[in-house]
């Protein structure tokens, strides 16, 4: 019977309606909900494209289409997108297969593990910062070491480097289960009958990674289409990417429409890649992940010098990232980087004078965001998965937009939606808070989907067969178990609260503001210590609350659940 | 609690298959259930009783009939409104409790007093033999304890019908058989309504008062064990109770009703022949292997002769395979002293044990 649905009874219709108010009342404020900060915005984006003067008019994007610097800017973007996927995902598989088949002792592992989060939880545009601080025109490298003048690090090898940097993380933590998941009895066979370690590598291991590598580069591929700090900060004029173009456009040329315009160009990329990856190479996983290892002892399939070779690989990455980040603490601490390089601690002292509004504004924001993230992500997940109500399917898919879409369209979506009445949120707090809790909030139903997959639904049932409302066993029994969902949602949505910008850099105004926002303000203004020092307050925050949310997940884990390790692993 | 019946009526579910199409899970089933009986619904998987054990517990709604607990109409109730106790096949402990608070869930829901369910919990952890097990955690225990707490947390809240969807077929043989047993004492003592399902006819038979033979959603006959066994109202059902040989024979003559049937070219006078027979007609025969004895063929010359073309010798009982003609038949024999054990390739003469050979119409299914 595994393959049966219930038939959808249309002759008891709303017969689910009656028998559970406390359902019918919470799917209809979800919806509610959904459709103002997910539809509506979207909706108001797409007419402001289409729609001028009164009628249907592709007057917009023709303009756009006809102009060759913007046509260059979405050919740079999906270059740009298409090498950062690439080089990711072969930085993101050395590091994987490292792990998994070098051999390597636990604390060794746990290091790299470490280095590698640090790019992870940082704000988005950390690295190409710490890129200008070493390689800028003032850079360390290349002034302080190499003499050279009039260098500019400006261009697309460094917005390449600095967002692989960024985002190959990803495609290590996708590709790691998958490596670890091979049961090593396969290579070992294949080896038994007489192929080389090289070509068991190539003809077993490589093929069954096949569909995990492709979806690290969708991934990545997303990301990088997406990303918008970093080539603002380090593409410069010659390299215009879509989202900067789009932000430019209605910053600069205050052109919301054309903004708009470009905003919905970059949907197409992206829309493409996401249902490619959820629909195409997500089923055609020969490996099924399942959180336990393969089980045995892998075998010696990595020959000594190649494990010196793949160790040293990540060793150099590893000490790449450390370097930029310890270059970033080092110029929050300097007078004035890259001229006069007495201690001070002035740096901190301006954020915490002039900035500290926007560091009160955003933890304000992200500890309003976190908690209803959290819970909106857990209650989304364990009505989709749970319980039968019209529209449920949809009700999945359009929570999901927001955030598979970049955020630059977000951002330009909220902020025509929300200017003018009907809905006039532009400028407050709760616009921010809205989009973080949208656009985040999904991590937490994704978490809460794949753990609910794994709780039998008998648990409920028994809860119910001995006399608890269905209320009642949301909270006794399904919360408890799926608390690691929770406080994993916590986690993301306050790290993306933290550090997130695309999106919410069109939302900012006088009465709130965010540190990302100032740190952007600082490089484009060249104060280089605030910005500096802004990062490394950012990075300590999103430290000190990931170790207290980890803390508070082993303090209610369940005594006879999983432990669950790491808080961005799942 | 005064023990109360339970009505199936006319109940059906449909389910839309990828394949097939609109099937039914249960159709049209109807079951009556006395208060403080034991009936279990048997049948191979899929043959519709886990959905209707689920449709009375109300974790499914019936797409067509009614469910009535205790006079009361309660297809429209929720499971939580019906005052039921629920033995889940794989227990469904909750793993975040310990077993003390497991079993006072139902309690603590029922808003009942601390202490009270202090009193309770213990009294029926002891019941179940699990006394002082409270602060463990269903993770420390082995499969059959985690049964019992399975079964203290669905009868301590004294429910009005207590349902169990094959409980022990998680469990090894040795304790199933010793669990059947504790279930059946545990219900006896509670004269508790109770509801089984299983696929295993033995362990419906240890445990039922009567049974309801269950196939393709619907249920195809209901009785106590040895009305079954003995009276088997079709194919279906003497081939799933009990092991079966279904020998075709021809009706020589009617008489009251009974008659004589010729069966491996032997006449054999039969007490009971279906209604419909008549002179002539196919019919065939339900022996059962025990209702059929082997001798040697030298003491038993006026009997079909057959060959012994398989042995096994189980202890307490030999199994035979004989061959007679193009016909095999299943022979257990019981109580065989160590000369009268049969080699295999000897010839023998069949003997049926008339005259209640149970016959069936040549077309029942």
């Known amino acids: 019977m595994a393959s049966v649905a219930p038939a959808a009874g249309p002759a008891r219709g709303l017969a689910w309606a009656r028998q559970d108010p406390a359902l019918t009342a919470t799917v209809l404020v979800l919806w509610l909900l959904l459709g103002l900060f997910v539809v509506f915005p979207l909706a108001m984006l797409t007419a402001r494209v289409f729609w001028d003067g009164g009628h249907f008019s592709v007057a917009g994007i023709g303009a756009i289409l006809t102009d060759r610097h913007q046509v260059q800017a979405f050919w740079n973007s999906l270059l740009l997108a298409t090498l950062v996927g690439l080089l990711g995902t072969l930085v993101g598989f050395v590091f994987a297969f490292t ?439 950012v990075i300590v925050i999103v430290f000190v609350v990931i170790g207290a949310i980890s803390r508070g997940l082993r303090f209610f884990r369940a005594p006879g659940s999983e432990p669950v390790t790491s808080l961005l692993g799942g | 609690m005064e023990a109360v019946g339970v009505r199936v009526e006319g109940v059906s579910k449909r389910y839309s298959h990828k394949v097939k199409g609109e099937v039914y899970a249960a159709r049209d089933v109807t079951l009556d259930v006395r208060p403080g009986e034991f009936v279990t619904m048997l049948g191979p998987s899929g043959c519709g009783k886990t959905t209707t054990l689920r449709m009375i517990a109300g974790f499914e709604a019936p797409d067509a009939g009614r469910v009535v607990i205790g006079g009361r109409d309660v297809t429209h109730d929720l499971a939580n409104q019906r005052n039921i106790g629920f033995v889940f096949q794989n227990y469904a402990l909750f793993p975040h409790l310990s077993i003390g608070e497991n079993v006072a869930y139902g309690l603590r829901v029922r808003n009942v007093a601390g202490a009270e369910i202090e009193r309770r919990v213990k009294e029926v952890l002891a019941l179940v033999g699990l006394a002082g097990y409270e602060h463990q955690f269903s993770n420390q225990l082995s499969g059959g304890e985690q049964q019992r707490v399975a079964l203290a947390r669905a009868i301590v809240i004294r429910p009005q019908v207590l349902l169990f969807d094959e409980p022990l077929s998680n469990l090894d043989a040795k304790l199933r058989v010793a669990m059947r047993q504790e279930i059946r004492d545990l219900q006896r003592r509670l004269a508790i309504t109770t509801v089984y399902v299983t696929h295993d006819q033995e362990e419906a038979m240890a445990v039922s008062d009567r049974i309801a033979v269950m196939n393709q959603g619907s249920i195809v006959q209901e009785g106590s064990a040895d009305d079954l066994y003995y009276r088997p109202a079709s194919a279906f059902v003497a081939q799933f109770i009990g092991r079966v040989n279904l020998l075709p024979a021809r009706v020589e003559a009617v008489a009251g009703g009974g008659g004589e049937v010729t069966v491996l070219g032997h006449r054999l006078a039969v007490a009971a022949l279906p209604g419909t027979a008549r002179a002539g007609d196919t019919v065939r025969l339900v022996l059962r292997p025990e209702a059929i004895a082997v001798r040697p063929a030298q003491e038993a010359a006026t009997l079909p002769q057959g060959t012994v073309a398989g042995r096994m010798f189980l202890g307490e009982k030999v199994e035979y395979l004989v061959r007679c003609g193009e016909t095999a038949l299943q022979v257990v024999s019981y109580d065989a002293r160590p000369g009268d054990l049969l080699a295999e390739g000897a010839p023998v003469g069949v003997d049926f044990k008339g005259p209640d050979i149970p016959v069936l119409p040549q077309e029942t299914p």
Request: with cysteine; hydrophobic share 55%; charged share 10%.
């Open chain 1, 99 to 537: 792990v998994a088949r070098g051999g390597l002792p636990r604390w060794v592992v746990t290091a790299v593990d470490g280095a590698v989060l640090l790019p992870l939880i940082s704000p988005p545009f950390t690295t190409a910062i710490a890129m200008v601080f070493s390689f800028g025109p003032r850079g360390l490298i290349t002034y302080e070491l190499l003499g050279l003048k009039g260098v500019t690090v400006y261009g697309m090898t460094s917005t390449l480097f600095s967002e692989a940097l960024t985002y190959f993380p990803i495609a290590y933590l996708a590709l790691r289960p998958i490596l670890a998941a091979i049961d090593s009895n396969i290579e070992g066979m294949a080896m038994s009958l007489g192929a080389s370690r090289m070509r068991v590598f190539r003809t077993v291991t490589l093929p069954l990674c096949i569909p995990g590598l492709a979806n690290s580069f969708l991934l990545l591929f997303a990301a990088s289409l997406a990303d918008f700090a970093t080539p603002l900060i380090l593409a410069g004029n010659a390299f215009p990417v879509l989202p900067t173009q789009a932000f430019l456009q209605i910053t600069g040329m205050f052109d919301l429409r054309g903004g708009a315009v470009l905003s919905l160009v970059l949907l197409v990329p992206a829309v493409a890649v996401f249902v490619l990856q959820r629909y195409w190479v997500s089923q055609r996983f020969y490996v099924t992940v399942t959180g336990k290892g393969a089980g045995q002892q892998p075998f010696e399939s990595v020959a000594p010098w190649v494990r010196w070779a793949l160790v040293g690989a990540c060793l150099a990455v590893t000490i790449v990232i450390v370097y930029l980040y310890a270059l970033l603490l080092y110029a929050s601490l300097v007078m004035a980087f890259g001229a006069n390089h007495a201690f001070t601690l002035g740096h901190y002292g301006v954020i915490f004078t002039e900035g500290f509004k926007a560091i009160r504004d955003t933890l304000v924001i992200a500890g309003f965001s976190m908690p209803l993230g959290g819970l909106y992500g857990v209650l989304l997940g364990y009505l989709v998965v749970r319980k039968a109500f019209p529209g449920r399917r949809t009700m999945e898919v359009v929570s999901m937009v927001n955030y598979a879409l970049p955020g630059t369209i977000v951002g330009i979506a909220y902020l025509i939606a929300f200017n003018d009445p009907p809905v006039e949120l532009a400028g407050t707090a709760l616009v921010i808070v809205a989009c973080y809790v949208f656009r985040y909030g999904p991590t937490g139903i994704r978490t809460t989907i794949a753990l609910l997959q794994q709780i039998d639904r008998s648990l409920e049932e028994a809860s119910q067969s001995l006399g608890a409302a269905s209320g009642t066993t949301f909270r006794r029994v399904t919360l408890p178990l799926i608390l690691p969902a929770f406080f994993a949602g916590l986690g993301v949505v306050f790290i993306r609260s933290m550090t997130a910008i695309s999106a919410t850099i069109f939302l900012v105004s006088i009465s709130w503001t965010l540190i990302t926002v100032k740190i952007l303000e600082n490089m484009t203004e060249l104060s280089l210590g605030p910005a500096a020092a802004f990062s490394v307050l």
